[in-house]
């Protein structure tokens, strides 16, 4: 029988926010680890507010990142280097 092996699959919502994070909600149901990284502040819209719920349960962890700053950039490039799966949305 043949083992499974986890990934680690990052999420970094960029653009369309709240379609990163339903993606991410819907990738919950597997056994990978789901990280978001959130370029930018959140609006705090019905969709937006739903699926952070579900994150929130799913207790997938979710970073803030300030392009601006070199800090969060260096975190946002440590969570890509470390990820199985990259996607920006």
């Given at each position: 029988?043949?083992?499974?092996?986890?990934?680690?699959i990052l999420f970094i919502a960029q653009d369309d926010k709240p379609?990163?994070?339903?993606?991410?909600?819907?990738l919950t149901l597997l056994d990978?680890?789901?990280?978001v990284d959130v370029a930018g502040g959140l609006g705090d819209?019905?969709?937006t507010t739903l699926q952070l719920e579900a994150l929130e349960f799913a207790e997938v962890p979710i970073s803030r990142i300030e392009l601006s700053l070199t800090s969060d950039l260096e975190r946002l490039a440590a969570d890509i280097v470390s990820a199985d799966v990259v996607f920006i949305v």
């Open positions: 029988m043949e083992s499974k092996i986890n990934k680690a379609e990163a994070l339903r993606m991410a909600s819907g990978d680890q789901v990280l819209d019905p969709e």
